[in-house]
């Protein structure tokens, strides 16, 4: 078992990964001390070596005796002479408690690879998790991709400072029984922990373990097996539904974003095909699926604005917003401590001396600085503008929509010193103050991100 159903250094996914000639050389396994993760942790080690792998323990906090199951799980490493880290997470509101915890433990879990620089993490999921993973979200009304259950291998995408910007989940026991763990266990006289919470049918996971999977087997033998069968059969077509989109995405994106003109017009051909895209379209830029509520109250609203409206949702921590015909995705803007929106800074850089790019003097910036008058201001609503000496002064609207500066840009503030409008973000710098002779400074804005 132990060779067979952990992941070897040959068996990576092609479509998941680019090959490459250098080998994995360290995994990481998602340790929390019970029964599932203790079989996987020491059967990894059995395979690839102690030296190569790091057990990661995520403190959640909720029941009492965490801190000594975080204490037992640094003990167990230590002894079986692999690296171990841990992070501390905290629930932030008291519903929806298993949704938030696995949220954080996810979350803790790709910190410490980020760490670490760790670009494989092994989960302990086994068929009887994926079986009752079906049925739940089968209870949740889920669409295909929820009924595909979990993958045995997926790539979660990250910004952390690892080479390949990315971090691979592996399920490595998802086609084994959790009998077949219990027997390893015995086998290798493992010590695991107990949670008590496991016994709570309150949560709903547990209710459908304890109670519905063992009244179906009743009804139907095999029917564990059963489910996670049709979840790689529900994967399978999903994964054609992806493809078709794909296809169709094709036709619909451009550079700047979504069409709205062909989105609809593929809606009116099918709407199936055209909700099939968008939920891709999301997906490939990290964003749940909408519901079917949600995804019905956006065609009603594409299919009834002008051509030239404007439109904007929010939707899974992001802005989706329709302008001149195109739908673009935007993170939240974040406030700040004073309560306006944090929407980036001005810096300002030397401009080099073969460079030929207009700035301001530097030695009349300098001065100003000196004297205080360096200083940013929101939009009134009726600044005028000159940016070349011999056009005339126009307003910020006109030479925003000269430039073609999608709205939600033009709430950058504006740059001043003293009372004179020196600098607009997207526009460029007043023609009373920029030069392309000697020494100079640039004024730039750099949005947050």
């Given amino acids: ?105 996810y979350q803790a879990l790709f910190e410490m690879c980020e760490s670490h620089q760790i670009e494989d993490l092994l989960v302990a999921h086994h068929l009887d998790d994926q079986a009752e993973t079906v049925l739940i979200q089968l209870m949740r009304g889920a669409g295909l991709a929820g009924l595909s259950g979990m993958p045995a291998n997926k790539s979660n995408r990250t910004h952390s400072s690892i080479q390949s910007d990315a971090i691979y989940i592996w399920r490595p026991f998802l086609d084994m029984r959790r009998a077949d763990l219990e027997a390893y266990a015995h086998a290798h006289k493992l010590k695991w922990i107990e949670d008590p919470s496991n016994q709570d049918e309150s949560y709903r996971r547990n209710a459908v373990r304890k109670t519905l999977l063992p009244q179906l087997e009743k009804v139907q033998t095999g029917a564990i097996q059963n489910l996670a069968r049709s979840a790689k059969h529900l994967a399978q077509s999903q994964e054609l539904l992806n493809q078709l989109a794909d296809i169709d995405l094709g036709l619909i994106q451009t550079k700047a974003g979504l069409s709205k003109t062909n989105l609809v017009r593929l809606y009116k051909t099918s709407q199936a095909r055209a909700s099939n895209a968008l939920r891709r379209w999301l997906q490939i830029n990290q964003l749940a699926y909408p519901s079917e509520e949600r995804l019905n109250a956006w065609w009603r609203d594409l299919s009834e604005v002008r051509v030239d409206a404007r439109l904007q949702w929010q939707h899974d921590g992001s802005s989706i917003k329709l302008w001149r015909g195109v739908l673009t995705i935007h993170p939240e803007e974040t406030a700040g401590a004073d309560g306006e929106d944090s929407l980036g800074e001005w810096v300002f850089k030397a401009i080099p001396a073969k460079s030929t790019k207009p700035g301001i003097p530097k030695e009349r910036f300098n001065e100003a600085k000196k004297k205080g008058l360096i200083n940013t201001m929101v939009r009134d609503g009726g600044e005028k503008f000159k940016v070349h000496l011999k056009r005339p002064r126009k307003s910020l609207k006109n030479l925003y929509q000269e430039a073609d500066i999608p709205p939600w840009q033009r709430q950058a503030p504006l740059l001043y010193i003293g009372d004179e409008l020196v600098a607009v973000a997207g526009i460029g710098i007043s023609a009373d103050w920029q030069t392309d002779q000697g020494q100079r400074i640039s004024p730039e804005w750099l949005p947050n991100v």
């Fill in 1 to 105: 078992m132990v060779s067979s159903k952990t992941p070897t250094k040959k068996s990576k996914p092609k479509h998941n990964k680019k090959a490459t000639t250098k080998q994995p050389t360290r995994l990481a396994v998602a340790f929390s001390g019970g029964l599932d993760s203790a079989v996987l942790l020491h059967a990894t080690i059995q395979a690839h070596g102690a030296k190569s792998v790091y057990a990661f323990h995520v403190h959640h906090g909720i029941q009492k005796e965490a801190t000594q199951w975080q204490k037992h799980c640094q003990q167990l490493a230590k002894k079986w002479g692999c690296y171990f880290d841990t992070r501390n997470i905290q629930l932030q509101q008291a519903s929806n408690i298993e949704s938030q915890a696995r949220d954080l433990r």
